[in-house]
């Protein structure tokens, strides 16, 4: 019997390997920003800082990468433990200090906002539902090509979500 899992198995991989390779790119493009953020937002020390910034980057790319080739399982667990931890520190700081910024995706001048925390329960969640589906039948290659392309639509909105709610509300 078919069943729609596989694929929505695929389009939620794509979907965490297209938010961590937008992650890794948006801290790169304000490299600098993201890590004095972590210093001043998180309380990393500035020597840890320095280290801890090219670290998380280059997990973010190397599991983006290692999803897009194919990967599935042990990059997808990998995955949902650094998001779940980045969001798990980032709702803890977001609720214990006013202001926090996080450069999750680049936007290091403006604020932590509720909806950034949706976003990254969303991606959590996204995650989280990957083991729920089928994830054993191997899919056509224009079905994940398909699949990868719904993923990027998904990516886009979630990423955006902070702003696409503020339009909401001012609309």
């Known amino acids: 019997m078919l069943t729609a899992l596989p694929f929505l198995s695929d389009i939620a991989r794509y979907v965490i390997a297209l938010l961590l390779l937008a992650a890794s790119v ?10 004095r953020n972590l210093a001043t937002s998180f309380g990393v020390a500035p020597a840890v800082a320095t280290v801890a910034a090219p670290a998380l980057v280059a997990a973010e790319l190397l599991l ?3 999803l897009l080739a194919g990967g599935t399982q042990l990059p997808m667990l990998l995955s949902l433990l650094l998001l779940s931890t980045l969001t798990a ?8 200090h006013s202001v926090v910024r996080c450069s999750c995706f680049g936007e290091a001048a403006r604020p932590v906002s509720q909806y950034d925390l949706l976003r990254n329960v969303l991606a959590v969640g996204i995650n989280g539902a990957y083991f729920a589906s089928e994830q054993t ?3 056509p290659v224009a079905t994940s090509v398909l699949a ?5 639509i998904v990516c886009v909105a979630v990423i955006s979500l902070h702003d696409i709610a503020t339009l909401a509300k001012a609309g």
């Open 26 to 35: 948006g801290k790169l493009r304000s490299y600098g920003e993201f890590r």
């Open 64 to 66: 983006a990468g290692w």
């Open 89 to 96: 520190v980032l709702a803890w700081r977001y609720f214990t």
């Open 137 to 139: 039948a191997s899919l």
């Open 148 to 152: 990868a392309g719904l993923a990027a």
